[in-house]
């Protein structure tokens, strides 16, 4: 599984990218990854951009042993320094082998000091874990956004991992739509691909529909691609998988079809339609089953022709006699 080798660190990538929005926000997988760091003993540093209290996924307390805290959460103007760049360089030096540098938010940076500053920031990231005698990773998050194109770039970093989570409901909201069973995975990538580029999820959750609501939940659909520095068709992987909560609060990889059911609700329809409902049985104002003795009374009645009978009294009709024309109106 490749979701499994990124969350344990196995997997070839320098970067982990993970796609944040309002329906499958980002932060439950920052903080799995970095919790499973801290389990592993993986060398952290965590240059947290945002408030404490904006997400789960940073390290708590300060700076102590081979873990660091650079903290870039004050704006320019109200107190935080204007040089960043040399701040984020200043906490790579001397880093240990290994190190996983988590950056919580580069487009609040890109807000406050612009696209080429935080550009700069993540490529002196990923030179300082590359020059490493045991190579590091760099984990962050972005939402939908042209920052989130330029750092996917090959030119950027040449090993990749993407993540993007999906709501369960939207998945299967989508699948209904399309008609694309989950089996069907080229038909079921390009489905997810669709809607992330359309953000049906984030619209189906700020109009609270079909169930899709703005809240933390407790599984995910994942859609995974591996970039390996090899590059060509050979170099890219990808999967589409799922990821539960248990009541530890630990995330587990599983199967795709243990939390998406998109045909579910068709195929019970489908079973109840078979079994004998009618017309009647759905209480419509109208019904269009006919029993065996209506169909028999109704084949009993001669039906007229054409040629039978004589033909309809001109009397009945509207007379267009030439001889009486009204100009009138």
Known sequence: MLLQDVLDGTAPARMVLVHHSIAAPAWPLLHELTQRAQERRVPLLSINVLPSAAGSSKLAGSSSGANKVLDLSLPPGYGGDGDVLARVKEACRNLAPGTQVLLDAPDVIADDYGTTVVLRVVRAILAAVGSLSLPGRLVTALPSSDLFTDLTSATLSSSLALLYPHHPLAVETAARAELVPT???????SLLNTSTANGDGDSLALRAADGVEVAPRDHYVLQVLLRKATGGAKGMQRSTEGIKCDESQRWSVVALDDIVHPFQA?????????????????NLPFNLSLTDRQRAERGAVPLPYAHEGEGADLGMGMDWSDDEEDDEF
Request: aromatic share 8%.
């Open 183 to 189: 089996s069907n995975e080229s038909g079921f990538w």
């Open 266 to 282: 068709v195929a019970s329809t489908t079973a109840a339609s078979a079994a004998g409902t009618t017309h009647a049985d759905l």
